[in-house]
């Protein structure tokens, strides 16, 4: 066909009738918000860690309402328990540890619980007989729990009405016989409540160990010990109580012993702490030296890092953002001497600032509100510098200009038509002071510098310091919030970077 | 260029006097330590009180500590000698600047090692990271430098005190006292190495995501498709035009890191017993010792002000194309 010279017929005019207009989308818009969370959706890892993030937050906020402990619970026996949980104990979470032990650590540890048909020691994982000195030598598995066994307690008339009358309701014992004249073959143990038991062969206290075992090396106990040798006052009945001199006397076991205040008792302790609590101990993370629950005082840190981070990074948005918009807007002079304000402040290491605040303020009004403020006085200044950089770039931008000349006042220009295009590091910024902040909480906690303890708070950092004195015996105080604190980190790192590519434009498409 | 170096470095200076005056303010301000606390002899802590200047005006004590700073020949005139007071709660009645003379070294040493080890290490998998991108090998670094750079040096200080020193012995629980080892020895060196290893991390973390980056970066660029066109092989297009380039950013990282060293890292000392001085800032605050609060106050914040300005300059003297200070 000769294309040069087409024929002026096969022309046909397109839409004669009717108007020519552009076609109007059919799809909707995807605004830029809407356009990270699609992207930032797409990011498995960074979901994940938000969604860690989640579980972190309501682990904080929910843990204190419902855990049946208190942060002040200071439990003297049941102090550096193991971690214990009766979902996970076939996971080996059962509050048992393998220890290795001497013939008398182990006829100890075994007598514990004996009394009441238990024992401490849950498994003998190896005996093996030492080489030099040709004494056995056990490997057990104990439980801490059980290994408080029994203690003395000191109650009052009222409790101990309360306490015979819980026995006879539920047919609990939790009042054991006390033992009279009671001596104790091992030399290390000589005053405990745990030792109502003697092995059945006396041998000499020197050298601290009975040689009555059977031939697997299981101690003999015997039960009517202290009839046999004359020692209490007659028959054993778990249920019946009387106090010496009360009624028929010389007759029967003593349970209670009469002192100015109220009555000496010798009570099991795991029956006695769910009389007092209404519930068994049950230590999910264990407890610390103090015998705190960790899982209560982690949620607690957890807590107070969270509140103090989330105030933080607000407070910062605001001064950032305003500071960073007038330095940047301005320009010029204002810029000069606001840049020079924002230098010396940076240039003062942040320990120092928190010292300082701790030694100045913290007296006045509480550690963490000094706290608080030596985190806002530097911690603007990243996000200040960020909103200048966008301001720097957009502000002599074309439809800045146009809106100028059309009038729009400088606060309009500012948040109106140049503050949008700097939300995405905003977001991120803000989002990444949480994690800086929780980090050097706890390391100043960690440091001692700031000291919540005096105010009777818990922080991740005080957890960790004193896990770290007892590390070698007990590494679980010390796992758990180390252990937090990582998992806390690691899902910020992530969730900020996914932030960050999703609030990004130009990497809009990159992956698809 | 010369120019814009001096007024930088004037202007660091203008910085830090303004900090410093801060925070010397700040100190004067506060209570001093009970003097009749820990059955000492009170009319004698008054009397040095009292010749110490603590009773004069703030400012006038401000004055005589710079003075003080900058006579020469004070002390045992060995040289300069600066004096920036006594010890008052903690080695007392010492010279605060021979203290920490003598603890620096410490402090220097083990970030030294911990440094000379990141380095190499943190180089090499960022190269490597790079070299492999989005192949299995870089998904396996980037994930792992992710991991590493998230968790905090302390809890890596657990894990190798934990692991290394309690369970397997490899190491000392602690380093080695001054008394029966040199600060190069071997003994002092081994006893280090937990410190080393935890300190050396992050460091390794951080430079690796670092070099990645940068060199990701530069490889992409249209000179090294040139370099490979005009028949350069892959690994000299690498080393000499790439790595060239990227070190241009990644250099003033390492400079900043090498000069951050002096500063150390203060929980790493406390765990590992360090007798540096990131373990004497610590005390000397539960002890309210103000005088060598305020002399590590000043030598931090000047290490942390040159670590800046060192950064920033280096940039103009390792790349000719960046001039500093143009408009």
């Known amino acids: 066909m000769d294309y040069n010279n087409l024929p002026k017929d096969k022309f046909v005019f397109a839409k004669r009738e009717g108007k020519i207009a552009d076609k109007k989308l059919d799809t909707k818009p995807v605004g830029y918000l809407r356009d990270a969370w699609r992207r930032f959706r797409k990011n498995k890892s960074s979901v994940a860690a938000a969604v860690i993030i989640l579980i972190l937050f309501l682990f904080a906020l929910i843990v204190p309402l419902v855990s049946p402990y208190k942060v002040d619970d200071r439990d003297g026996y049941y102090k550096m328990v193991l971690p214990k949980s009766e979902l996970f104990s076939w996971l080996g979470w059962d509050g048992c540890k393998e220890q290795r032990e001497s013939q008398a650590g182990y006829d100890y540890y075994n007598s514990i619980g004996q009394e009441y048909g238990s024992s401490a020691v849950k498994e003998i994982r190896k005996t093996e007989k030492d080489s030099h000195t040709g004494r056995m030598l056990y490997t057990l598995y104990v439980d801490s729990y059980e290994k408080v066994g029994f203690t003395y307690v000191d109650v009052t008339k009222e409790e101990y009405d309360a306490l015979k009358d819980y026995q006879n309701r539920t047919g609990i014992q939790v009042i054991y016989p006390m033992p009279a004249n009671y001596k104790t073959n091992f030399v290390a143990v000589t005053n405990g409540a745990n030792l109502w038991y003697r092995l059945a062969d006396e041998t000499d206290k020197s050298a601290g160990e009975t040689k009555n075992h059977d031939e697997n090396g299981n101690p003999i106990y015997e039960a009517d010990y202290l009839m046999k040798k004359n020692l209490t006052y007659g028959q054993y009945d778990s249920l019946r109580m009387d106090i010496p001199g009360d009624g028929e006397g010389g007759l029967h076991v003593v349970y209670a012993v009469k002192n100015q205040t109220g009555y000496h008792l ?247 | 260029m010369l120019k814009y170096v001096i007024k930088r470095i004037l202007l660091m200076f203008v910085t830090f006097f303004v900090i410093a005056t801060m925070c010397f303010i700040l100190v004067k301000l506060l209570p001093l330590p009970n003097a009749k606390a820990q059955g000492r002899d009170y009319n004698l802590v008054l009397e040095r009180r009292e010749k110490m200047g603590y009773n004069k005006p703030i400012l006038t004590q401000y004055v005589i500590y710079w003075k003080n700073v900058f006579s020469f020949g004070s002390g045992d005139s060995k040289g300069w000698t600066p004096d920036l007071g006594l010890g008052e709660q903690m080695y007392i009645s010492q010279n605060v600047y021979d203290v920490i003379k003598e603890k620096l070294p410490y402090t220097i040493v083990v970030n030294l090692y911990s440094i000379m080890i990141a380095i190499p290490l943190g180089l090499l998998f960022g190269i490597y990271a790079a070299l492999r991108k989005n192949k299995w090998q870089d998904h396996v670094v980037s994930t792992a430098v992710m991991l590493v750079v998230s968790v905090p040096s302390y809890v890596y200080a657990f894990l190798v005190q934990y692991f290394m020193c309690y369970k397997t012995r490899w190491f000392p629980l602690t380093v080695a006292s001054r008394e029966t080892a040199t600060l190069f020895s071997f003994e002092m060196f081994k006893s280090m190495l937990p410190a080393i290893f935890s300190l050396c991390f992050g460091t390794i973390a951080v430079l690796t995501r670092f070099t990645r980056a940068e060199l990701s970066e530069v490889l992409t660029g249209d000179y090294l498709l040139l370099a490979r066109t005009k028949g350069l092989t892959k690994n000299q297009a690498i080393t000499r035009h790439a790595m060239r380039n990227a070190m241009v950013p990644i250099f003033p990282q390492i400079l900043g890191e090498f000069i951050g060293i002096l500063s150390g890292s203060l929980i790493i000392e406390g765990i590992f017993g360090i007798p540096g001085i990131g373990k004497l800032y610590i005390t000397s605050i539960n002890l309210r010792d103000y005088n060598f609060f305020m002399a590590l106050t000043f030598f931090y914040t000047l290490i942390s002000l040159v670590a800046g300005l060192v950064t920033d300059l280096s940039y103009g003297f390792i790349d000719p194309r960046i001039k500093m200070g143009a408009r």
């Open chain 1, 266 to 512: 010798r009570v099991l302790y795991k029956e006695y702490y769910n009389f007092v609590n209404g519930h068994y101990a049950t230590h999910v993370f264990g407890t610390n030296q103090h015998g705190q629950d960790i899982f209560l005082c982690l949620a607690f840190g957890a807590r107070l890092s969270f509140l103090l981070a989330i105030c933080v990074s607000i407070i910062n948005l605001f001064i950032g953002v305003i500071y960073g918009s007038v330095e940047g807007y301005y320009g010029g002079a204002t810029d000069l001497i606001m840049e020079r304000i924002t230098d010396i402040l940076d240039g003062v290491p942040f320990i120092i600032v928190a010292t300082l605040f701790q030694m100045h303020l913290a007296k006045k009004v509480g550690p963490v509100p000094a706290l608080l403020f030596a985190f806002v006085l530097t911690g603007w200044i990243g996000i200040a510098s960020r909103v200048r950089t966008q301001f720097y770039r957009f502000k002599n931008q074309e439809y800045v200009l146009a809106a100028r000349t059309l009038g729009a006042s400088d606060k309009r220009l500012i948040f109106r038509h140049i503050f949008p295009n700097a939300i995405g590091t905003i977001i991120t910024g803000t989002v990444l002071i949480i994690p800086s902040v929780v980090y050097s909480e706890s390391m100043l906690t960690y440091l001692g510098i700031v000291n919540l303890e005096t105010s009777g708070m818990t922080s991740v950092g005080t957890m960790l310091s004193n896990g770290q004195t007892y590390m070698s015996t007990d590494p679980h105080i010390l796992l758990f919030p180390a252990l937090f604190i990582s998992l806390l980190m690691i899902a910020f790192n992530l969730f900020g970077n996914g932030l960050r590519d999703a609030f990004n434009p130009s990497l809009r498409g990159a992956d698809e």
